[in-house]
């Protein structure tokens, strides 16, 4: 077996594994063709290095496109919170508006149940006519005056007088 011919690094001396130059084509077609080609592979490799020098970028973009998606799902959240207590305080506020309206102390407001202004005043009316007009004390007993000759009256008038004599 005889040892390969050890290679040389001399650019000048033609290698067998290096490609060698070529005599240019004399078919204006196929060097047309040859010289398109190049400049596709030429385009390629350009494509290629900015591709790789981007894909950090987009990495990056990629983080910073999900932290913005945490952060407006949190405040889509919180928006919807704060709209939905908004329309809870107008509603009772319009609720208050029609009991006021209707003339009915801040007590009676819990039961005005309606969710629209039309419906809200038509109930406080409805509960404002139910009840008695104020100064009027609708079945209440009036309390009798103690009778100076009943038992409890006697009583204190002997307490009075015993806490007197002595």
Not at 4 to 22: E, F, G, V
């Amino acid at each position: 077996m005889t040892d390969p011919q050890p290679k040389s690094n001399d650019p000048n001396q033609p290698q067998a594994d290096r490609p060698q130059p070529q005599d240019p084509p004399t078919d204006p077609a196929l060097a047309a063709a040859l010289a398109d080609a190049e400049k596709w592979k030429n385009l390629s490799r350009q494509h290629e290095t900015r591709s790789k020098a981007n894909a950090d970028k987009a990495i990056r973009f990629d983080q910073l496109e999900a932290e913005h998606a945490e952060a407006l799902a949190k405040l889509t959240g919180e928006r919807d919170t704060l709209t939905g207590e908004v329309a809870e305080l107008r509603l009772a506020q319009m609720r208050r508006d029609a009991a006021d309206t209707a003339g009915l102390t801040a007590d009676l407001v819990q039961f005005i149940t309606a969710t629209t202004e039309a419906e809200a005043k038509k109930q406080a009316e409805t509960l404002a006519a139910k009840l008695p007009a104020p100064g009027h004390d609708q079945g209440v007993r009036p309390v009798a005056k103690p009778d100076p000759g009943s038992g409890v009256s006697r009583l204190r008038a002997a307490y009075a007088d015993r806490d007197q004599t002595r």
